[in-house]
């Protein structure tokens, strides 16, 4: 089946079926909001990754329905002699088609995009409750060579 799976990049029609990826699963259930219509912040955040030229959002298809998705934003840096990285997030295969190869053709297609955007580092995180997506990640090649921190913002303070 992972054969048959084609990449693109997301439209606007494929933002229903991206957040119900998103918001299936224990964690995405708690901090992601399923429901039409949908919250106009999805939408206005599709819209700025959209026109946004260091962003993709790429969604994998098997006969024309969406299965999966992944976002890819490249930033430059200073170090690595001003060397330009990718962090690949928000990755989810349908609960339909996991444990079929459609992830990992969706993590190497993004590793050859980021190749082809000339990145010398492909990096991401995942929730360290997710431990069968860290184990899919170190099968893919990542290590876990960095301690990463994040501090939510409370945007009503």
């Not at 429901?35 to 955040?45: D, E, G």
């Not at 298809?61 to 170090?79: D, N, S, W, Y």
């Not at 993004?110 to 082809?116: D, L, N, V």
């Amino acid at each position: 089946m992972s054969r048959d799976v084609v990449f693109r990049y997301a439209q606007i029609d494929d933002l229903d079926d991206i957040v119900k990826m998103l918001a299936d699963d224990k964690l995405g259930q708690k901090r992601e909001r399923y429901a039409q219509p949908l919250p106009i912040s999805y939408v206005n955040a599709f819209q700025a990754i959209s026109i946004d030229p260091n962003n993709e959002l790429i969604v994998a298809c098997f006969e024309e329905k969406v299965i999966g998705v992944a976002q890819l934003t490249f930033t430059p840096h200073l170090t690595h002699l001003g060397g330009w990285r990718a962090t690949i997030e928000g990755v989810r295969t349908a609960s339909s088609h996991r444990d079929k190869g459609i992830g990992t053709k969706l993590i190497q297609h993004a590793i050859q995009i980021s190749k082809e955007r000339g990145c010398h580092l492909v990096q991401l995180t995942t929730d360290k409750q997710r431990e069968a997506a860290l184990h899919f990640y170190q099968n893919l090649g990542f290590e876990a060579t960095h301690e990463g921190l994040k501090l939510k913002i409370d945007s009503n303070s």
